[in-house]
């Protein structure tokens, strides 16, 4: 299966930058999407970027002209570029791979393990 972990978060002041990683290992035979998403406590995880096997990105609206998504060509590892931030942007980090780790696997999402962003006034 794919295994995921996400680095880069931390605290930041309002208006500051953070640049989060997620690194892949295992199998990851057909991957389609890649993903990143955020849950702040008491709320239900929320989408915010995905990037397709040619490079097409989707943004949800409330992150576009602040986040950029981006990955290495071999898919091992994906990027969220994160301006700009607000207060609103803390919440739990997760990045997300879609699809099948092999062949025989059924189609379904693997995630990371979280990485907390805090936004500071």
């Known amino acids: 299966q794919v295994q995921l972990v996400e680095s880069g978060g931390g605290l930041v002041q309002a208006g500051g930058s953070l640049r989060l990683s997620c690194a892949a290992s295992g199998s990851t035979f057909s991957i389609n999407i890649i993903g990143w998403y955020r849950q702040a406590p008491g709320k239900q995880r929320e989408f915010l970027a995905s990037?397709?096997?040619?490079?097409?990105?989707n943004y949800a609206d409330s992150v576009k002209g602040r986040f950029t998504i981006s990955r290495e060509n071999a898919k091992r590892t994906v990027y969220l570029q994160m301006n700009s931030l607000k207060p609103e942007d803390t919440a739990v980090y997760y990045c997300?791979?879609?699809?099948?780790?092999?062949?025989?696997?059924?189609?379904?999402?693997?995630w990371g393990q979280g990485t907390q962003v805090t936004v500071s006034s």
């Open positions: 990037i397709y096997g040619d490079g097409t990105t």
């Open positions: 997300n791979f879609r699809g099948k780790a092999s062949p025989g696997d059924t189609f379904r999402d693997y």
